[in-house]
């Protein structure tokens, strides 16, 4: 629906000032960036500084740690399926390397694991490419400009943005493989966008101090997935996929290696036995957990099961007392409510814009700390914009964009939310857009080291279900990098252990067992099973007359 | 600010307009996108659903409405429900996909050819086009690579979410879809120049350039990596694409 009357008097505000800021944008009169101080101050704003939001955990490897209740209800669970009913001696499934998740992790990992010699099964969830990486818009950062930039200032800028807390080994990874990773997606054919002679285009992102974030269109997420999806369904002679079929637990073996998963079919309800000699780990992140009621950006199966899978395994996790809120996700439309509108838009010169048509903080901050300003700004100073479903939200002026860099920047660049909003008989050409923070991204995840190995041997893995090399706070671009830097990383690790190191042995999930009796004796499981696998959004009225439904967990 | 997505909360009071789910009736809120009122009227879904946010051509839905004989399209997730619209979402659709060896490739329309023959099998009836959710010109760019032309392909192209309804409605039995995915791979990979700055920046790290200023970074303490962070030179906003910085010790 359009702007009501009520909003586009308010934006007449935001049109009154805009001249003006665009003329201090190009004299590079910015609002200074804050202090680590300010910024250290402003996050008590931010929800991960809630405490009421989370809780000790009593079970598993991590216990003590103080993670969101989210977070901590699908660890206090027991397993979905009775592990004693499984029969491991049917196997249904047998190969080198299992994926469990088919987003660009999972599909970098099987591609890299089919070229060092494995076979190699994807098991997903939904359909192979339904992941968080087709939704990533605004770019992949890489450090690909000597006459500028190197590996050592995006580490400095990777750390700074995750409060320096990041493990300084995954990071110089993470910076030090980027730029190959663009020359791979370069020749599977991945369209970045370019200048006429080959020169890729770089802008900032929030956190940056070099212009390194690499785009394809306002699409980027979805042209790496659908590229390297479609490379994976050329060597399907290696690479079977597996689609609507979760895993729900990883099976180990007698030398306490891991040895495949069990997985659920969600459309026949059977569970499958899947014996593997190595297991790449890439099931994505919590968006969809709505961590502190959050609104999300998330796909519909970003429930963390990897998290649980790898934590009833014995594998700690880190970091996960963090979570990301992506300062700008729309807020009205409410029909398109919690999608996110990438940052670039505000790397291309997007203010924030208050109630007054005051720019509040600098557009560029590290995602945390302008989440939190703005939390400020609509909370605690009463500036934010009243939407006509009752909440608040702030202005991301996207007019400047055009003014800034020609008419018709704003279409060019940014084709899927123009489209979007035009459909909602709005112009982000020439109105703004009406935004507010939302769940974006689980920084912390399953430890694990700079080879993709975990702890548990045979298990590896790459992407958001990982945690340490964002630290506190991921920085925009830093996902699309991770996914393809660690998946590829997880994949050729994973068939070299098949190589070399994997032992055949008996099956078994005692190690499910165990922790379902963990979670009994400590008393907290309160009857929840994980994984979720998909959140549930059926209406209390309509479960009220759902007599003879039977829900396990979230799923009917 | 605290909402999730379940649609009864904020909808409560909005008006109750009847739509037909595969020709069923259910009363919704006017304001719910076909998803959001999918859901609300019962349904749990497996299929059908996937990014809800417009890009993973997961949830492509077909209807018709009252008194107009043209079939309309939508994502579920992005399109809002109308009065007595009659419904169905297409969550799989069977198309042919060639396998191919990318790396023998090389960028020529002949490629095409040979991996789609299909493609000339088109009549240029234009219903690709019409039933793209995306406002994509199918047609357009499926007649660019008659002609050869995959770069004009690949970016007609370009915001293609491979739903697969216009492969649905061909009647000259194209896989529009993964035809364009190739195209657009070609296009990426041979048809636009390579970034020599990466080819360059890939020699560097590999000759171990960047390995003493990182060694140097990991073994700072924190309040020293604090001070480096914040000293750290920043490229202006407006800088052009020639900027160089002051301090090239770590480049």
Not at chain 1, 8 to 33: A, D, G
Not at chain 1, 38 to 44: M, N, Q, S, V, Y
């Amino acid at each position: 629906m359009p702007y009501p009357e009520e909003l586009k008097r308010l934006i007449k505000v935001v049109e009154s000032t805009r001249v003006e800021r665009v003329e201090r944008k190009k004299k590079n009169e910015e609002v200074p960036f804050m202090s680590l101080e300010e910024r250290h101050d402003i996050l008590k704003y931010h929800p991960d500084f809630i405490e009421e939001g989370r809780r000790e955990l009593k079970v598993g490897p991590n216990k003590g740690y103080r993670i969101a209740h989210e977070m901590a209800d699908i660890l206090e669970a027991k397993s979905r399926v009775d592990p004693a009913k499984i029969d491991l001696s049917k196997i249904d499934y047998e190969t080198d390397v299992l994926v469990i998740g088919g987003g660009g992790a999972g599909t970098a990992a099987a591609l890299l694991a089919q070229e060092n010699g494995s076979k190699v099964i994807i098991a997903t969830k939904l359909r192979h490419g339904d992941a968080n990486t087709m939704m990533a818009e605004g770019g992949i950062q890489a450090a690909t400009k000597g006459h500028k930039d190197s590996p050592y200032f995006h580490y400095l800028d990777v750390m700074g943005g995750g409060h320096f807390k990041n493990k300084p080994e995954l990071v110089e990874t993470l910076v030090t493989k980027a730029p190959d990773v663009i020359k791979w997606l370069e020749s599977l054919g991945c369209n970045f966008s370019k200048f006429p002679d080959g020169t890729l285009k770089t802008i900032h992102g929030g956190g940056t101090c070099r212009k390194r974030m690499h785009f394809a269109a306002d699409i980027t997420g979805a042209e790496m997935m659908r590229t390297v999806r479609d490379e994976a369904r050329n060597r399907n002679k290696d690479i079977a996929v597996i689609e609507f079929s979760p895993a729900v637990e990883l099976i180990l073996n007698e030398h306490g290696h891991c040895a495949g998963a069990v997985l659920y079919n969600l459309e026949t309800e059977e569970y499958l036995v899947v014996k593997a000699k190595a297991v790449v780990m890439a099931t994505g992140g919590c968006g969809r957990l709505h961590v502190q009621g959050f609104m999300t950006t998330n796909h519909y199966g970003a429930t963390a099961d990897g998290i649980v899978l790898g934590y009833r395994a014995g594998v700690k996790v880190c970091f996960l007392h963090t979570v990301q809120y992506h300062p700008t996700g729309i807020v009205f439309p409410e029909q398109a409510e919690g999608i996110l509108i990438t940052e670039k838009f505000r790397g291309s010169g997007a203010n924030l814009v208050n109630i007054d048509g005051r720019q509040f903080v600098n557009e560029r901050e590290p995602r945390d700390v302008e989440a939190s300003a703005i939390i400020r700004e609509c909370i605690e100073r009463n500036k934010g914009i009243p939407t006509p479903t009752g909440k608040r939200g702030i202005w991301l002026d996207s007019p400047m964009i055009d003014m800034l860099s020609g008419t018709g920047t704003v279409q060019r660049e940014f084709p899927g939310k123009y489209i979007l909003y035009k459909r909602f008989g709005i112009d982000i050409a020439k109105e703004p857009m009406l935004i507010y923070p939302t769940l974006h991204y689980q920084n912390g995840g399953l430890e694990f080291t700079s080879d993709g190995a975990t702890e548990l041997p045979g298990l590896f893995l790459g992407g958001e279900v990982g945690g340490g090399t964002h630290g506190e706070n991921r920085l925009m671009g830093n996902s699309l990098l991770d996914i393809m830097v660690y998946g590829r990383i997880a994949g050729k690790s994973a068939a070299d252990y098949v190589r070399t190191k994997a032992q055949n042995g008996k099956l078994s999930l005692e190690h499910v067992i165990k922790y379902n009796q963990e979670v009994d004796e400590a008393g907290v499981g309160n009857g929840r099973i994980a994984p979720m696998l998909l959140p549930d959004y059926t209406t209390p009225e309509i479960k009220a007359k759902q007599l003879t439904a039977r829900y396990e967990g979230t799923i009917r | 600010m605290s909402t999730t997505e379940v649609a009864v909360k904020t909808e409560i009071e909005a008006k109750l307009i009847p739509i037909y789910i595969m020709g069923k009736k259910y009363e919704v809120p006017e304001t719910l996108t076909i998803m959001k009122a999918i859901e609300y009227a019962g349904y749990k879904y497996i299929r059908g659903c996937g990014c809800r946010g417009g890009v993973c051509g997961a949830c492509s839905t077909v209807y018709r409405k009252p008194g107009d004989y043209k079939i309309h399209v939508g994502l579920a997730c992005q399109t809002v429900v109308e009065p007595e619209m009659y419904l169905t979402q297409i969550p799989f659709y069977p198309a042919i996909r060639s396998t191919y060896d990318f790396t023998r490739l090389s960028g020529q329309a002949e490629e095409i050819f040979e991996i789609y023959p299909e493609l000339f099998r088109c009549v240029a009836c234009n219903a690709c086009t019409k039933v793209c959710p995306m406002d994509v010109q199918v047609m357009d760019y499926i007649a660019a690579l008659k002609q050869g032309d995959i770069k004009k392909a690949a970016e007609l192209s370009f915001d293609c979410i491979q739903c697969g309804l216009c492969a649905s409605r061909c009647m000259g039995e194209l896989p529009q879809y993964h035809i364009a995915q190739l195209a657009r791979r070609l296009n990426g990979a041979h048809l636009t120049p390579p970034a020599e700055h990466l080819k360059t920046m890939v020699a560097n790290i590999e000759a171990s350039r960047f390995n003493d200023g990182l060694t140097k970074l990991k073994a700072m303490d924190t309040e020293t990596l604090k001070k480096t962070y914040q000293e750290r030179e920043m490229e202006p906003a407006t800088a052009g694409e020639d900027w160089t910085p002051k301090d090239n010790q770590y480049l």
